[in-house]
């Protein structure tokens, strides 16, 4: 059987890392935090260029900090793309801000720096960039929006550590960039477990102390703060698959350029656009078909795993029902059956400008192939061929 990632694979080569470093840890007494989690710490430093880099128990916790660090209040407004997975979203509405959703470019998937734009109100504080499936969003123009806006920019790269943009390291865009190191990621420990980058002094500090209880002192606690701790035996796993992620990053994107050889000539199948000056992680291959129930079953006959990332925009989340009715009603007038036809079209067009078409279309397409450093991407190929 295909699996969707092949965990096994990769534990089987590298078994005998795995197990020292497992070991070592087990005998050590060491079980959260110390020297393990530092010696991680400071190599994702120095693999990003971040100046900072401060692990956490996971991605969702990195963005909690993040917001916490950055200020977020009750009822202020942050910007995030419609279509991505849920936390970003999620951790603002948790804190009692309000996720305001952008649309997403047709070809990228990434957050449409145009959309950012016609979401900023006076209540707006920050944005959140997600790099979907392990490209960056555009970060050039979105940290010109967040100048020039006064708002801080928090980079979700959960799935795009190792990442580049015109040769710059992913983790390094934000005021803090977030990672995950969920076991699916391309950098995956055997549990939960992430991270938080930034270049700023006080910022790291800040995220240390809430990170940590709000204490820097045992038992004296400055702040409300969290607990929120990556465990020794994480950090060590991910130690030993750190040594060997250039060479899978090397393998993901050379089995992305297999897929992509071979569905640019297939008709109704677009694999997602890399951006040009992007290099991706592969955190997901995803491609856009125009019918994608025709397509899965193609999927399903020749036994290839698929997913679908993700099955609706945010703004259609039952999380989100009666949060931001015009986004809801403007998209399911939009759907089928083509309702906003038949309005005049002055009525039409308001309506339009607050849908989100393009994530409300990927939605609709996107599918996600088999994808890490150990997959047969040949033996899947060769399955296609037979079904298409
Ligand atoms: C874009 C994005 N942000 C945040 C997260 C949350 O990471 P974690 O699962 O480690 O909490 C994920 C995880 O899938 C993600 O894809």
Aim: proline fraction near 6%; charged fraction near 20%; hydrophobic fraction near 40%.
């Amino acid at each position: 059987m295909i699996p969707f990632i092949n965990v096994r694979a990769q534990r089987e080569a590298y078994l005998s890392e795995f197990k020292q470093a497992e070991q070592e840890v087990l005998d050590s007494g060491y079980f959260i935090g110390g020297p393990q989690v530092h010696a991680l710490e400071s190599e994702l430093a120095e693999f990003t260029g971040a100046k900072h880099a401060i692990t956490c128990g996971s991605g969702t916790d990195a963005l909690t900090i993040a917001l916490t660090a950055l200020g977020l209040e009750p009822g202020d407004e942050v910007i995030v793309p419609d279509f991505t997975f849920i936390a970003p979203a999620e951790c603002v509405m948790r804190m009692g801000g309000v996720p305001v959703f952008a649309d997403i470019n047709a070809e990228t998937l990434q957050v449409s720096t145009e959309s950012i734009e016609a979401r900023i109100s006076d209540k707006t504080r920050g944005i959140i960039a997600v790099n979907l499936f392990g490209q960056c969003a555009p970060y050039a123009e979105i940290k010109n929006i967040a100048k020039s806006h006064g708002l801080w920019l928090i980079e979700d790269s959960a799935q795009a550590f190792g990442a580049t943009q015109n040769s710059t390291p992913a983790c390094t865009f934000g005021d803090i960039s977030i990672t995950s190191f969920y076991p699916a990621k391309p950098l995956g420990c055997y549990g939960d477990g992430g991270a938080l980058f930034t270049a700023s002094d006080e910022l790291a500090q800040k995220i240390r102390l809430i990170a940590n209880h709000g204490s820097q002192t045992r038992y004296i606690h400055e702040i409300c703060g969290m607990n929120s701790r990556l465990d020794a035996i994480q950090a060590a796993v991910l130690r030993v698959k750190l040594r060997h992620f250039k060479d899978e990053l090397k393998m993901r994107r050379e089995n992305a350029r297999k897929y992509n050889e071979f569905f640019n000539a297939v008709p109704g199948i677009t694999p997602q656009e890399i951006a040009n000056g992007n290099t991706s992680t592969y955190a997901q291959y995803t491609v856009l078909a125009d019918d994608r129930e025709t397509f899965i079953k193609k999927l399903d006959k020749a036994g290839i795993p698929h997913c679908i990332h993700y099955p609706m925009p945010l703004h259609e989340q039952p999380c989100f029902a009666n949060f931001l009715p015009d986004y809801n009603i403007a998209s399911a007038l939009y759907g089928p059956p083509g309702i906003i036809n038949t309005l005049p079209p002055n009525i039409a067009d308001k309506l339009l400008e607050n849908a989100n078409i393009h994530a409300d279309r990927a939605a609709e397409k996107v599918v996600s192939l088999p994808m890490c450093a150990f997959t047969d991407v040949d033996e899947i190929i060769a399955r296609l061929k037979k079904e298409m």
